[in-house]
């Protein structure tokens, strides 16, 4: 349904003139995969749920480029430092159990100058949606597979050592039951060169 009322846009959005090697971690069913770019030679999408992984590859036979689903965690990425030109994070760090580490794993295996593609529901401005997106925070990750409503990944990213080059903030609300993940935020950050 998300697909359908504007998600699919936001992931072609997201992949927008990558190239080279990807990562791409939590890759879910691989929703993103038909949005890569031509000009990307590979995509490692990291996924550690068996099931996800099985549609994960299935959705990698379709893909326009090369997509390799493996194994693996968020904080233990399954790849050599500094060799990745780009990482896609989608609706995953708000599901990580640890962001930080999280994000220090994909800040290790980009290369200097490389780029992180980030799209995720993130901690409101509003006062009050902020307060319900907490009480909420107490629930919903046992039920929604670890995910949090109301993280700051934005500030997440930055103090990992990322510099934020754009950041687009907006709301999506594809159903009414999602009114506590409605503050997303889709961009681009960099791991600076040396
Ligand atoms: C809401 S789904 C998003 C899937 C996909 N990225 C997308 O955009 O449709 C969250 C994904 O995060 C993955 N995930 C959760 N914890 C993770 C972790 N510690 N390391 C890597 N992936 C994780 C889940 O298995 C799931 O595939």
């Known amino acids: 349904m998300a697909e359908a ?5 936001h992931r072609r959005e997201l992949l927008a003139c990558l190239s080279g090697r990807v990562v ?9 995969f038909a949005y890569y770019p031509a000009a990307v030679t590979e995509v490692v999408a990291v996924e550690p749920e068996n099931h996800l992984r099985g549609r994960a590859r299935e959705a990698a036979t379709h893909s ?6 493996v194994p693996g965690v968020a904080d233990a990425i399954p790849l050599e430092a500094g060799s990745c030109d780009a990482a896609v994070a ?4 708000c599901s990580v159990a640890d962001q930080d580490a999280a994000l220090a794993e994909l800040f290790r295996v980009l290369c200097p100058n490389g780029e992180l593609r980030f799209y995720e529901h993130v901690e409101a401005d509003d006062r009050r949606l902020a307060s319900l997106q907490r009480a ?20 997440a990213i930055r103090s990992a050592g990322f510099t934020v080059d754009t950041c687009r903030s907006f709301d999506f609300r594809p159903c009414a039951l ?3 993940t409605a503050p997303h935020v889709l961009g681009t950050a960099r791991r600076p060169p040396r």
């Open 24 to 32: 791409e971690l939590g890759a879910g069913t691989g929703l993103n």
């Open 64 to 69: 326009p480029v090369p997509v390799r689903v």
């Open 5 to 9: 009322h504007g998600a699919a846009d």
């Open 178 to 180: 999602a009114a506590p």
């Open 90 to 93: 989608s609706l995953v760090l």
């Open 136 to 155: 909420v925070d107490l629930v919903w990750p046992s039920v929604a597979g670890g995910c949090h409503t109301g993280r700051d990944t934005v500030a």
